[in-house]
Protein backbone atom coordinates (compact mmCIF):
# COMPACT_ATOMS: atom_id res chain seq x y z
CA UNK A 1 0.00 0.00 0.00
CA UNK A 2 1.65 3.70 -0.55
CA UNK A 3 2.08 5.59 2.17
CA UNK A 4 -0.13 7.49 3.12
CA UNK A 5 -3.16 5.40 2.34
CA UNK A 6 -4.86 3.32 5.13
CA UNK A 7 -7.49 0.67 3.80
CA UNK A 8 -10.35 0.08 6.57
CA UNK A 9 -13.74 -1.15 6.76
CA UNK A 10 -15.48 -0.92 2.86
CA UNK A 11 -12.83 2.22 2.31
CA UNK A 12 -9.82 4.22 2.22
CA UNK A 13 -8.21 7.03 4.16
CA UNK A 14 -5.49 8.82 2.10
CA UNK A 15 -3.10 11.55 3.86
CA UNK A 16 -2.96 13.84 1.08
CA UNK A 17 -4.18 17.21 -0.86
CA UNK A 18 -7.65 16.71 -2.44
CA UNK A 19 -7.41 18.60 -5.73
CA UNK A 20 -3.77 15.92 -5.96
CA UNK A 21 -4.98 12.93 -4.51
CA UNK A 22 -8.15 13.01 -6.59
CA UNK A 23 -5.75 13.09 -10.08
CA UNK A 24 -5.50 9.53 -9.24
CA UNK A 25 -9.05 8.35 -9.63
CA UNK A 26 -10.47 7.59 -12.93
CA UNK A 27 -13.43 9.60 -14.62
CA UNK A 28 -16.92 8.91 -13.20
CA UNK A 29 -16.49 6.82 -9.96
CA UNK A 30 -18.06 8.69 -7.14
CA UNK A 31 -21.47 7.99 -6.91
CA UNK A 32 -21.82 11.00 -4.28
CA UNK A 33 -19.58 13.22 -2.75
CA UNK A 34 -19.88 15.18 0.39
CA UNK A 35 -17.40 18.16 0.68
CA UNK A 36 -17.02 20.09 3.49
CA UNK A 37 -13.80 22.41 2.76
CA UNK A 38 -12.45 25.36 4.73
CA UNK A 39 -15.03 28.24 5.04
CA UNK A 40 -12.11 31.00 4.44
CA UNK A 41 -11.64 32.93 7.61
CA UNK A 42 -14.93 31.72 9.45
CA UNK A 43 -12.82 30.27 11.78
CA UNK A 44 -10.34 32.55 12.78
CA UNK A 45 -8.37 30.09 14.95
CA UNK A 46 -7.85 27.26 12.57
CA UNK A 47 -4.56 27.69 10.60
CA UNK A 48 -6.18 25.42 7.67
CA UNK A 49 -9.17 27.89 7.53
CA UNK A 50 -6.81 30.98 6.96
CA UNK A 51 -4.20 30.07 4.63
CA UNK A 52 -5.56 32.41 1.69
CA UNK A 53 -4.35 36.38 1.43
CA UNK A 54 -7.93 37.07 -0.08
CA UNK A 55 -10.96 36.19 -1.01
CA UNK A 56 -9.98 35.86 -4.93
CA UNK A 57 -7.43 33.41 -3.82
CA UNK A 58 -9.78 31.26 -1.78
CA UNK A 59 -12.24 31.25 -4.80
CA UNK A 60 -9.57 29.81 -7.30
CA UNK A 61 -8.40 27.19 -5.45
CA UNK A 62 -12.07 25.95 -4.67
CA UNK A 63 -12.18 25.95 -8.32
CA UNK A 64 -9.61 23.58 -8.82
CA UNK A 65 -10.74 21.50 -5.98
CA UNK A 66 -14.42 21.83 -7.37
CA UNK A 67 -13.37 20.70 -10.76
CA UNK A 68 -11.49 17.70 -9.64
CA UNK A 69 -14.32 16.51 -8.14
CA UNK A 70 -16.64 17.43 -10.64
CA UNK A 71 -14.22 14.90 -13.07
CA UNK A 72 -14.83 11.96 -11.34
CA UNK A 73 -18.72 12.11 -9.91
CA UNK A 74 -20.98 9.99 -11.87
CA UNK A 75 -23.14 11.55 -14.26
CA UNK A 76 -26.27 10.60 -12.07
CA UNK A 77 -24.13 11.55 -9.13
CA UNK A 78 -25.03 14.27 -6.60
CA UNK A 79 -22.19 16.76 -5.38
CA UNK A 80 -23.02 18.32 -1.30
CA UNK A 81 -20.70 21.08 -0.63
CA UNK A 82 -21.40 22.76 2.99
CA UNK A 83 -21.02 26.67 2.84
CA UNK A 84 -21.35 29.30 6.09
CA UNK A 85 -21.73 32.87 5.95
CA UNK A 86 -19.13 34.35 9.19
CA UNK A 87 -19.48 37.73 10.31
CA UNK A 88 -16.69 38.77 8.82
CA UNK A 89 -17.12 37.11 5.43
CA UNK A 90 -19.72 36.78 2.18
CA UNK A 91 -17.54 34.75 0.04
CA UNK A 92 -19.70 31.77 0.29
CA UNK A 93 -22.20 33.89 -1.50
CA UNK A 94 -19.23 34.16 -4.91
CA UNK A 95 -18.38 31.07 -4.64
CA UNK A 96 -21.95 29.94 -5.33
CA UNK A 97 -22.13 31.97 -8.23
CA UNK A 98 -19.10 30.68 -9.37
CA UNK A 99 -19.95 27.27 -8.96
CA UNK A 100 -23.23 27.43 -10.22
CA UNK A 101 -21.52 28.48 -13.90
CA UNK A 102 -19.36 25.59 -13.30
CA UNK A 103 -21.67 22.95 -12.71
CA UNK A 104 -25.77 22.15 -12.58
CA UNK A 105 -27.20 23.74 -10.26
CA UNK A 106 -29.52 21.37 -8.24
CA UNK A 107 -30.44 22.29 -4.77
CA UNK A 108 -29.70 24.75 -2.32
CA UNK A 109 -30.00 22.70 1.27
CA UNK A 110 -30.60 24.90 4.73
CA UNK A 111 -28.84 22.78 7.74
CA UNK A 112 -30.78 24.19 11.00
CA UNK A 113 -28.62 23.67 13.77
CA UNK A 114 -31.40 24.00 16.03
CA UNK A 115 -29.28 26.47 18.36
CA UNK A 116 -27.86 29.62 17.63
CA UNK A 117 -24.18 30.86 17.33
CA UNK A 118 -24.70 34.44 18.98
CA UNK A 119 -21.43 36.10 18.27
CA UNK A 120 -23.01 39.14 16.90
CA UNK A 121 -24.91 41.89 18.42
CA UNK A 122 -25.90 44.05 15.11
CA UNK A 123 -28.09 41.39 13.50
CA UNK A 124 -30.47 38.18 13.77
CA UNK A 125 -28.12 35.11 15.62
CA UNK A 126 -27.05 33.13 13.08
CA UNK A 127 -28.30 29.38 13.36
CA UNK A 128 -27.89 27.87 10.02
CA UNK A 129 -25.21 26.80 7.21
CA UNK A 130 -26.04 25.89 3.90
CA UNK A 131 -25.30 23.13 1.53
CA UNK A 132 -24.98 23.52 -2.14
CA UNK A 133 -26.33 20.54 -4.71
CA UNK A 134 -24.76 20.65 -7.59
CA UNK A 135 -24.86 17.88 -10.31
CA UNK A 136 -22.94 16.86 -13.31
CA UNK A 137 -25.23 18.96 -16.12
CA UNK A 138 -28.46 20.33 -16.97
CA UNK A 139 -29.65 16.82 -18.75
CA UNK A 140 -28.40 14.53 -15.13
CA UNK A 141 -31.31 12.91 -13.42
CA UNK A 142 -29.54 12.40 -10.60
CA UNK A 143 -30.45 9.05 -8.21
CA UNK A 144 -32.37 10.44 -4.97
CA UNK A 145 -34.53 8.02 -2.40
CA UNK A 146 -36.80 10.77 -0.95
CA UNK A 147 -38.52 7.31 0.41
CA UNK A 148 -35.24 6.63 2.52
CA UNK A 149 -35.24 9.85 4.53
CA UNK A 150 -38.79 10.30 5.40
CA UNK A 151 -39.84 12.09 8.32
CA UNK A 152 -42.33 10.28 10.89
CA UNK A 153 -46.11 12.26 11.66
CA UNK A 154 -46.34 12.69 15.13
CA UNK A 155 -49.49 10.61 17.14
CA UNK A 156 -51.54 13.94 17.10
CA UNK A 157 -50.61 14.66 13.44
CA UNK A 158 -51.90 11.31 12.42
CA UNK A 159 -55.25 10.95 14.61
CA UNK A 160 -55.74 14.33 13.13
CA UNK A 161 -55.74 13.51 9.30
CA UNK A 162 -57.32 10.07 10.22
CA UNK A 163 -60.50 11.93 11.31
CA UNK A 164 -60.76 13.68 7.79
CA UNK A 165 -63.37 12.86 6.44
CA UNK A 166 -62.58 13.03 2.99
CA UNK A 167 -60.15 10.15 2.99
CA UNK A 168 -62.47 7.47 2.27
CA UNK A 169 -60.04 4.41 2.69
CA UNK A 170 -58.93 4.68 6.88
CA UNK A 171 -57.01 1.10 6.17
CA UNK A 172 -54.63 2.78 2.86
CA UNK A 173 -55.03 6.37 4.51
CA UNK A 174 -53.43 4.91 7.80
CA UNK A 175 -50.72 3.31 6.04
CA UNK A 176 -49.72 6.11 4.40
CA UNK A 177 -49.34 7.69 7.28
CA UNK A 178 -47.58 5.10 8.66
CA UNK A 179 -44.50 6.03 6.35
CA UNK A 180 -44.01 9.46 7.09
CA UNK A 181 -43.94 12.85 5.17
CA UNK A 182 -41.04 13.65 2.92
CA UNK A 183 -38.45 15.74 4.01
CA UNK A 184 -37.60 19.33 3.13
CA UNK A 185 -34.61 21.18 2.27
CA UNK A 186 -34.48 22.29 5.39
CA UNK A 187 -32.64 19.60 7.72
CA UNK A 188 -33.00 20.15 11.26
CA UNK A 189 -30.27 18.85 13.43
CA UNK A 190 -28.70 20.07 16.37
CA UNK A 191 -25.05 20.86 16.21
CA UNK A 192 -23.04 19.40 18.67
CA UNK A 193 -22.26 20.32 22.01
CA UNK A 194 -18.96 20.58 23.61
CA UNK A 195 -20.19 17.33 25.97
CA UNK A 196 -21.82 15.36 23.25
CA UNK A 197 -20.22 11.81 23.04
CA UNK A 198 -20.08 12.53 19.40
CA UNK A 199 -17.80 15.48 19.57
CA UNK A 200 -14.45 13.98 19.57
CA UNK A 201 -11.99 17.19 18.78
CA UNK A 202 -12.87 18.54 15.25
CA UNK A 203 -13.80 22.39 15.48
CA UNK A 204 -16.03 21.96 12.41
CA UNK A 205 -17.04 18.45 13.34
CA UNK A 206 -20.76 17.89 11.37
CA UNK A 207 -23.65 15.80 13.68
CA UNK A 208 -23.67 12.13 12.03
CA UNK A 209 -27.10 12.44 11.39
CA UNK A 210 -27.03 15.16 8.91
CA UNK A 211 -24.50 13.39 7.12
CA UNK A 212 -26.46 9.95 7.24
CA UNK A 213 -29.58 11.67 5.46
CA UNK A 214 -27.02 12.54 2.32
CA UNK A 215 -25.79 9.59 1.98
CA UNK A 216 -29.38 7.56 2.95
CA UNK A 217 -31.07 9.76 0.06
CA UNK A 218 -28.55 10.22 -2.66
CA UNK A 219 -26.69 6.59 -2.81
CA UNK A 220 -27.44 3.05 -2.96
CA UNK A 221 -25.79 0.61 -0.79
CA UNK A 222 -22.49 -0.82 -1.80
CA UNK A 223 -22.00 2.57 -3.57
CA UNK A 224 -18.72 4.65 -3.56
CA UNK A 225 -18.56 7.89 -1.40
CA UNK A 226 -15.84 10.86 -1.18
CA UNK A 227 -15.31 13.09 1.02
CA UNK A 228 -12.59 15.33 0.35
CA UNK A 229 -11.82 16.94 3.32
CA UNK A 230 -12.90 14.33 5.92
CA UNK A 231 -11.66 16.30 9.22
CA UNK A 232 -12.90 14.07 12.11
CA UNK A 233 -14.37 10.99 9.43
CA UNK A 234 -17.64 11.54 10.15
CA UNK A 235 -18.70 11.05 6.25
CA UNK A 236 -16.40 7.42 6.44
CA UNK A 237 -18.45 6.79 9.93
CA UNK A 238 -21.90 7.59 8.45
CA UNK A 239 -20.88 6.12 5.57
CA UNK A 240 -19.27 2.44 6.58
CA UNK A 241 -22.40 2.40 9.03
CA UNK A 242 -25.15 2.65 5.96
CA UNK A 243 -22.47 -0.62 4.18
CA UNK A 244 -21.54 2.37 1.57
CA UNK A 245 -18.02 1.84 0.17
CA UNK A 246 -16.01 5.30 0.58
CA UNK A 247 -13.04 7.29 0.01
CA UNK A 248 -11.73 10.25 2.69
CA UNK A 249 -8.83 12.80 2.13
CA UNK A 250 -7.00 15.20 4.61
CA UNK A 251 -4.45 17.09 5.06
CA UNK A 252 -3.79 17.07 8.92
CA UNK A 253 -2.89 13.57 10.27
CA UNK A 254 -4.12 14.40 13.32
CA UNK A 255 -7.99 14.16 12.15
CA UNK A 256 -7.22 11.24 10.35
CA UNK A 257 -6.07 9.45 13.31
CA UNK A 258 -9.31 10.42 14.83
CA UNK A 259 -11.21 9.29 11.74
CA UNK A 260 -9.44 5.85 11.54
CA UNK A 261 -10.22 5.06 15.48
CA UNK A 262 -13.54 6.56 15.01
CA UNK A 263 -14.41 4.49 11.65
CA UNK A 264 -12.57 1.01 13.47
CA UNK A 265 -15.01 1.48 16.25
CA UNK A 266 -18.05 1.28 13.45
CA UNK A 267 -16.13 -1.61 11.72
CA UNK A 268 -15.78 -3.18 15.07
CA UNK A 269 -19.61 -2.56 16.16
CA UNK A 270 -18.74 -0.46 18.57
CA UNK A 271 -20.76 2.19 17.92
CA UNK A 272 -21.25 4.98 15.94
CA UNK A 273 -20.27 8.59 17.07
C1 LIG B 1 -14.61 21.97 7.64
S1 LIG B 1 -13.42 20.77 8.01
C2 LIG B 1 -14.22 19.21 7.72
C3 LIG B 1 -14.91 18.64 8.97
C4 LIG B 1 -15.59 17.31 8.74
N1 LIG B 1 -16.77 17.47 7.91
C5 LIG B 1 -16.00 16.65 10.05
O1 LIG B 1 -17.19 16.35 10.26
O2 LIG B 1 -15.12 16.42 10.88
C6 LIG B 1 -12.32 20.93 6.66
C7 LIG B 1 -11.12 19.99 6.71
O3 LIG B 1 -10.39 20.11 5.48
C8 LIG B 1 -9.02 19.86 5.75
N2 LIG B 1 -8.26 20.39 4.60
C9 LIG B 1 -7.87 21.68 4.39
N3 LIG B 1 -7.27 21.80 3.20
C10 LIG B 1 -7.29 20.56 2.63
C11 LIG B 1 -6.85 20.04 1.37
N4 LIG B 1 -6.23 20.84 0.47
N5 LIG B 1 -7.05 18.74 1.08
C12 LIG B 1 -7.68 17.92 2.00
N6 LIG B 1 -8.09 18.34 3.21
C13 LIG B 1 -7.92 19.66 3.52
C14 LIG B 1 -8.78 20.56 7.10
O4 LIG B 1 -7.66 20.02 7.77
C15 LIG B 1 -10.12 20.29 7.84
O5 LIG B 1 -10.02 19.17 8.67
Known amino acids: MEPGVIKIGHGTLIHGDA?????SFPE????????????????????????????????????QWVRACKRVLKPDGLFYIFGQLGKREHVWLHLCSLL???????????????????????????????????RASEQATPFFNKDAVRVPYDEKTIQMYLKDKRYKDPVARAAHLEKGKYATNILRVPSLK??????????????IALIQQLIASSSRPGDLVLDPFLGSGTTAAAAEASGRAWVGIETNEDYLGIAQSRIASVVADLGLF
Open 19 to 23: STVLE
Open 28 to 63: QHFQLIIADPPYFQVLVDEAWDNTWPSPEAYLEWSL
Open 100 to 134: TKEMQFHDMIIWDRAVGYNERYDSFTSQYEMILVL
Open 194 to 207: GQSREKIGHPSQKP
